[in-house]
């Protein structure tokens, strides 16, 4: 699954936002926006006016969202459920 971080320099949601996103192991591309000014406009097109802004295959958002990225961690963690299953098949 591929996570992108759209960010910009010296900004302190977005070193929060990789930050959390290392913590709870989920792998993700940065792109520098500073350096990407086709890619900004894009994403002000498109309604965005806060870095950072996350995209993942079924969600995006802008700004430092803790919640949604625990949320995003909790679906890419197989359940204890299905882990039992499988342990008890072996």
């Given at each position: 699954m591929t996570v992108t971080v759209f960010t910009k320099p010296q900004c302190q949601q977005c070193e929060a936002t990789k930050r959390r996103l290392n913590e709870r192991g989920i792998t993700f591309e940065t792109v520098d926006l500073s350096e990407n000014p086709?890619?900004?406009?894009?994403?002000?097109?498109?309604?965005?006016?806060?870095?950072?802004?996350?995209?993942?295959?079924?969600a995006s958002?802008?700004?430092?969202?803790?919640?949604?990225i625990d949320e995003?961690?909790?679906?890419?963690?197989?359940?204890?459920?299905?882990?039992?299953a499988v342990g008890n098949q072996a």
């Open positions: 086709e890619t900004l406009a894009q994403l002000v097109h498109a309604g965005y006016r806060q870095a950072p802004v996350v995209i993942t295959p079924d958002w802008s700004g430092y969202r803790p919640d949604l995003l961690a909790e679906a890419l963690t197989p359940s204890r459920t299905s882990l039992a």
